[in-house]
């Protein structure tokens, strides 16, 4: 590690109407370390990071690069004092090739021409050095999202960045890609790179970072070596009070089973089929986890389930009734509760308030509705007591949703799928995005729908997540089901490797081509496009 | 009561109110630039908006076309529907409305509602097309409404030549007395201006446009969908039959306007070689009046006293007349460009906070 500091944030201090997103924060990364920055969501810390990237400009503090002051009056500043951030979405023109995506607005020019030649010499040159393997001329289309995140690596690097900001890196990536992702990231250290990391996970915090820094509520809490912590203590620094990891849950006591999916097929948009004879049982009391890469059908398995797509053949029974194709509405009012990916384009109104958007599943009928007219009185008073029970934050029930915050957004979601007392509930990533005390209680409510023997089917791409909460996991691959696994009889080595597509053991023996297992730079070669 | 002054007067009120001041302040230094009077132009156009009962019901008469296509864009805008076919359905309105008038012969207390209905029935459904053909086909309603206008320009006139021609001119014949909207009466309190009935049928549909969308089940979906389409479908509403709906009362609003153009303004119908502009006037109401009732009502007798009392501009002041277009233009393009004119707002506002 070399010595002297890359960066140094002096006195941040940023203010939004109504809050203080920074509030006199001191911030020291020393040149080559991995620097994490931990904070719940809102605590600010991409915040502080859109001022170091020139996004923002902060009302008070100075900021130093390389022990020089220096004014961040936009990216392109940035990017010229050798400031890279990876986004934790990506950035990338689709139909555009690697190397295409990667000159982007820095092309080499030969007259009025693209110099490709030159570009892409550099562009190995760079892949070559840092272990950034991806194939250049691919488009962003054909290559797994771990390719992509290297594109996006390399982006900031053509551009000469120094010091690379990762913004929630890991949020899209299997097991096996995150370990060869911290493989990259010590490399690029190694030569001499900066590494700013913003998470809100702990376990690879304590596997890649040298040194922390903790927000919480705009303040640095505190900065100490790795090393010489624990994850307990970093949680307990990042949310104010201790935090327990496990989910308290009892043994699950599986009833009927509600629902059932027979050799269940669909296509996307484009027509090509995503779901390939899938099939699938849910039963009351317990939760069934299903586990999968991006992009395996898991949006498309959602989505006939609650009727917004067509299934193109195979049998869905609801309490041994057919349900197939019929419309969501008439799904929900099969007692079917639903929390959307998405809540703010999905799960609700943003623009309704608060009031409104408990009744959008149920606003027809009486008693909010009669006679064709809304009754308001009776839909606030509904939501008064939602409010209530469910200690949404928020000022009354006419606040239009998009002022809360996203652990209340979802508390609403949450309030009005549960209220409606369903047999089957499906979460999907129910808690993306959400802080540690929302996300323990988005997790206590999905225990106590399974336990008062509702059936639940969670569908996260948090791995950590379906281990803990699960009674079976099933793991999704191209549009099949590829196992059914038990979470206290199986860890993460096996899941990805069924994710990504390899067949699983029947007794033992798979270990020699497990992936990921040393060599990190190839694994996704034989993983991810296998 | 309270609330609703509240709302009024508003942070979303404060935006328009300031647009136009800014509007017509810019009008004034084009005036100045062009050597003109601005104190004396805009002095002579309200003198010629409200000076008298005569000029008073022609600024009514003016204001009223703009109401109800003011409605039609704000209706389809909440529902998340850029209608920019109000013209259109402006136009089938007016015809349905003189074919009824011309065609049919019955008492008044019959026939004014039946030509309402008939052209409120005229109007939504060249709406409703453009909601079917964007449900069925994803066909985008701004291009739909588009080719419609035209195609209601001409279907217009072909029904007026072939079927309510008045020999040797260019218009129909003249609608029964019977499906009159004005009255003697109304006429002779404002010295023979042409003033209508329809000014009240258009605020008692400013009234229903509020109960629909606020107080009705039918319009939470209207607003759900207009905010949410995604949302709206996930929550089990029909987002296609909404639009399908919305279109038709959209066009609707819209219809009514045209019947009473005919029926309280001119009592025939007119060959139009252009677009008479009330519905592209239409987006400009709902724009100032962001979208709200009391708002379009607002809009429309703004847009409607500035281009009646221009002509005053002429002969008071000599200014063109032309110029008032540059005004409502300014004051158009300050409404839409908000986010400019809440930057200047708060600035202001900010400065008098550090100055107390």
Not at chain 1, 43 to 55: E, Q, S, W
């Amino acid at each position: 590690m070399q010595s002297g500091t890359a960066v140094e944030m002096r006195g941040i201090t940023k203010r939004f109407p109504g809050i203080v997103a920074n509030d006199n924060i001191h911030l020291q990364v020393r040149k080559g370390e991995i620097h994490a920055l931990l904070g719940e969501n809102g605590a600010g810390k991409t915040t502080l990071m859109n001022i170091l990237f020139g996004l923002y400009q902060p009302d008070e503090g100075e900021i130093f690069i390389n022990g020089r002051k220096v004014e961040i009056t936009g990216p392109q500043k940035a990017i010229d004092l050798g400031i890279g951030m990876i986004h934790q979405h990506f950035m990338l023109v689709e139909p555009y090739t690697v190397l295409q995506n990667i000159i982007l607005g820095a092309e080499p020019r030969r007259g009025i021409l693209i110099d490709y030649k030159k570009a892409l010499a550099r562009v190995l040159e760079l892949s070559d050095k840092y272990g950034l393997h991806v194939d250049p001329h691919r488009t962003i289309r054909e290559i797994s999202v771990g390719m992509q995140q290297r594109v996006e690596i390399l982006k900031t690097l053509y551009r000469g960045a120094d010091i690379l900001i990762f913004d929630e890196p890991t949020a899209v990536l299997t097991p096996q890609e995150i370990r060869e992702l911290m493989a990259i990231m010590r490399r690029l250290t190694e030569e001499g790179k900066t590494i700013i990391l913003i998470t809100h996970k702990l376990k690879e915090i304590m596997a890649i970072g040298d040194r922390v820094t903790i927000i919480r509520r705009g303040r640095v809490v505190d900065c100490l070596p790795v090393r010489e912590s624990s994850p307990e203590e970093l949680a307990s620094m990042m949310v104010g009070r201790n935090v327990s990891f496990v989910v308290g849950k009892k043994e699950a006591r599986p009833g009927e089973t509600i629902l059932e999916l027979k050799d269940v097929t669909a296509c996307d948009e484009r027509g090509v089929q995503v779901l390939k004879g899938l099939s699938l049982e849910v039963r009351r009391g317990e939760i069934l986890g299903i586990a999968g890469v991006e992009g395996n059908g898991q949006q498309e398995l959602i989505e006939v389930l609650t009727g917004l797509r067509k299934a193109s053949s195979g049998e869905i029974l609801l309490r041994g009734r057919l349900i197939r194709n019929e419309s969501p509405r008439r799904i929900a009012e099969s007692k079917v509760g639903y929390i959307p990916e998405d809540r703010q384009k999905r799960g609700l109104v943003l623009d309704f308030s608060v009031g409104e958007n408990l009744v959008l599943k149920n606003y027809y009928e009486p008693p909010y509705t009669e006679r064709c007219l809304l009754r308001h009185n009776r839909i606030h008073a509904h939501a008064a007591s939602l409010i209530g029970e469910y200690d949404i934050r928020t000022p009354d029930e006419r606040t239009p949703a998009r002022a809360l915050s996203g652990g209340n957004q979802q508390k609403v979601i949450v309030a009005r799928e549960v209220a409606g007392d369903p047999d089957l509930l499906i979460a999907t990533q129910p808690t993306r995005g959400l802080d540690v005390g929302a996300i323990e209680f988005i997790h206590r409510k999905l225990i106590e729908q399974r336990d008062s023997g509702k059936a639940v089917l969670l569908y996260s791409l948090e791995l950590d997540e379906i281990m803990n909460l699960s009674d079976r996991i099933a793991v999704m691959y191209e549009g099949r089901i590829v196992g059914i696994l038990d979470p206290r009889k199986t860890d993460e080595q096996e899941i990805g490797l069924l994710m990504s597509g390899g067949r699983a053991s029947g007794g033992g023996g798979s270990a020699g081509h497990a992936p990921g297992g040393g060599a990190g730079d190839h694994a996704d070669e034989s993983g991810v496009r296998a | 009561m309270n609330g609703l002054v509240r709302r009024m007067l508003g942070e979303s009120s404060l935006i328009p109110i300031v647009s136009i001041v800014i509007g017509l302040l810019l009008g004034a230094v084009i005036m100045l630039a062009g050597n003109y009077d601005p104190i004396a132009a805009y002095g002579s156009l309200l003198t010629r908006a409200f000076g008298d009962m005569y000029n008073l019901g022609e600024t009514i008469r003016q204001i009223t076309p703009y109401i109800f296509t003011g409605l039609a864009v704000a209706f389809a805008f909440r529902s998340g529907l850029f209608n920019i076919g109000a013209e259109g359905q402006f136009i089938m309105g007016a015809v349905a409305a003189a074919a009824v008038g011309v065609l049919l012969e019955m008492p008044w207390y019959l026939h004014i509602p039946l030509a309402l209905v008939a052209s409120a029935l005229a109007g939504g459904l060249w709406g409703a097309v453009v909601g079917y053909l964007k449900a069925a086909r994803g066909v985008h309603e701004v291009i739909t409404t588009i080719m419609l206008n035209w195609i209601a320009l001409h279907l217009a006139n072909y029904i007026v030549r072939g079927a309510l021609l008045e020999k040797g001119l260019a218009r129909s014949r003249y609608i029964h007395e019977s499906a009159w909207l004005s009255t003697s009466g109304l006429t002779e309190l404002f010295d023979n201006a042409r003033i209508h009935y329809g000014i009240l049928i258009a605020l008692a549909l400013s009234a229903l446009f509020y109960f629909v969308l606020w107080k009705t089940r039918q319009g939470f979906e209207f607003r759900a969908v207009g905010f949410n389409p995604d949302a709206s479908e996930y929550a089990g509403i029909n987002v296609k039959s909404t639009f399908v709906k919305a279109m038709f009362i959209s066009g609707l609003f819209a219809g009514v306007g045209g019947a009473c153009e005919v029926m309280g303004v001119f009592h025939y119908q007119t060959i139009n070689s252009a677009f008479p502009g009330y519905g592209l006037m239409g987006i400009a109401v709902a724009l100032i009046g962001r979208n709200s009732a009391v708002g379009v009502v607002l809009g429309a007798v703004l847009i409607g006293v500035l281009t009646y009392g221009a002509s005053g501009m002429k002969f008071g002041a000599g200014v063109p007349e032309e110029l008032i277009n540059v005004v409502i233009a300014l004051v158009i393009f300050f409404v839409a460009a908000s986010g400019l004119v809440e930057l200047l707002v708060r600035r202001f506002r900010n400065r008098n906070r550090t100055v107390h």
